[in-house]
């Protein structure tokens, strides 16, 4: 089993930033894809960034060129840097990581609002 703990949440004003870690812990495999993703209520949960184990990555049109996804395989623990906040960004973020499995993470609340 994996477990996934997200942090890093909060409220933000517009054009502000934020950093969203995802630390795994468990039966870690060595490769694995990691993504992010968000949902609003009323609304399916959507991709936003994933890292694959050779540092390819994939972004939502929506936040490409603000939001960056890394990944520190040392610390088992992923990232999502979002600048340029905007309020229709506002969700709750999961971290997913994905081998012949799915693990998700607890989510975090991210609100961007003046």
């Known amino acids: 089993q994996v477990q996934l703990v997200e942090s890093g949440g909060g409220l933000v004003q517009p054009g502000g930033s934020l950093r969203l870690s995802c630390a795994a812990s468990?039966?870690?495999?060595?490769?694995?894809?990691m993504g992010w993703f968000r949902q609003v209520p009323g609304k399916q949960r959507e991709l936003v960034a994933l890292?694959?184990?050779?540092?390819?990555?994939n972004y939502a049109t929506s936040v490409k060129g603000r939001f960056t996804i890394s990944r520190d395989n040392a610390k088992n623990t992923g990232y999502l840097q979002m600048n340029g906040l905007k309020p229709e960004d506002t969700a709750v973020y999961y971290c997913?990581?994905?081998?012949?499995?799915?693990?998700w993470g607890q989510g975090t609340q991210v609100t961007v609002s003046s």
């Open positions: 997913n990581l994905r081998t012949d499995s799915s693990y």
């Open positions: 890292i694959t184990s050779a540092d390819t990555t």
């Open positions: 468990g039966r870690v495999p060595n490769f694995y894809v």
